[in-house]
């Protein structure tokens, strides 16, 4: 069975750099039915899709966020990341990580990053 | 502002049908599939239907989708105490080259 699980700080300062990690487990990373993606809930909001990552190493990013996004996998961990850079109190949200197609339909439970100094 | 409308509340009694709809456009829905999500307090979403009206396994067939232009519609039928939850629609934007959502839709069953 496929299970997705964020880890990483909670806590991250402004303008700093916001990293996270999803492990994946009962698949592989690199296996070619997946892709993998992040996707946030800032408090009290809807969902926002950050961007994904397909096995051959292309992404997407939201055009909102591209010039702080980027998301890697490291296929000798199993796992994806992401990163984001100059972070404000506007990223603060609940981070998912998810695989997808269809659609998302794999989610991690979620992790909270809160940027405050 | 989300690129999907949906109203932002619901609400239904016991038994009862409700229908909850996600407005988009040609990038959107107009030219790819719409897909719902439900979301109760505290936890991940959950896919409820995908590509218009397929539902994963395990999903009851009281959940229904539908998909008229550029709008799609989610359908709850025999209405449980346990679908007070937030839904949300998503749809992939060409224009955009990414996922967009709706801002989602709070059931509130009476």
């Known amino acids: 069975q496929l299970r997705l699980q964020e880890s990483g700080p909670g806590l991250v300062k402004p303008s700093e750099t916001l990293s996270l990690t999803c492990t994946v487990s009962?698949?592989?990373?690199?296996?070619?039915?997946?892709?993998w993606g992040w996707i946030r809930q800032p408090p009290g909001k809807g969902l926002e899709w950050i961007g994904h990552?397909?096995?051959?190493?292309?992404?997407n990013y939201n055009p909102s966020l591209k010039s702080r996004v980027t998301i890697s996998v490291d296929t000798s961990k199993n796992r994806f990341s992401l990163k984001l850079t100059s972070v404000t109190a506007a990223d603060t949200a609940l981070y998912f990580c998810a695989g997808a197609p269809p659609t998302f339909d794999i989610w991690g439970q979620g992790t909270v990053v809160t940027v405050s100094s | 502002q989300s690129v999907l409308t949906q109203p932002p509340s619901v609400s239904g009694t016991p038994g009862q049908r409700v229908t909850i709809s996600c407005s988009g456009s040609t990038s959107n829905i107009g030219r790819n599939t719409g897909n719902w999500y439900q979301q109760l307090p505290g936890t991940a979403p959950k896919l409820l239907i995908y590509s218009n009206n397929q539902r994963p396994s395990g999903v009851p067939g009281r959940f229904s989708g539908s998909k008229s232009g550029t709008s799609a519609s989610l359908a709850i039928s025999g209405l449980q105490s346990e679908d007070e939850a937030d839904y949300y629609c998503?749809?992939?934007?060409?224009?955009?080259?990414?996922?967009?959502f709706g801002g989602g839709t709070k059931l509130t069953v009476l």
């Open positions: 990552i397909y096995q051959t190493g292309t992404t």
């Open positions: 009962g698949a592989s990373v690199s296996d070619g039915s997946y892709y």
């Open positions: 998503a749809s992939w934007d060409g224009g955009l080259n990414g996922w967009v």
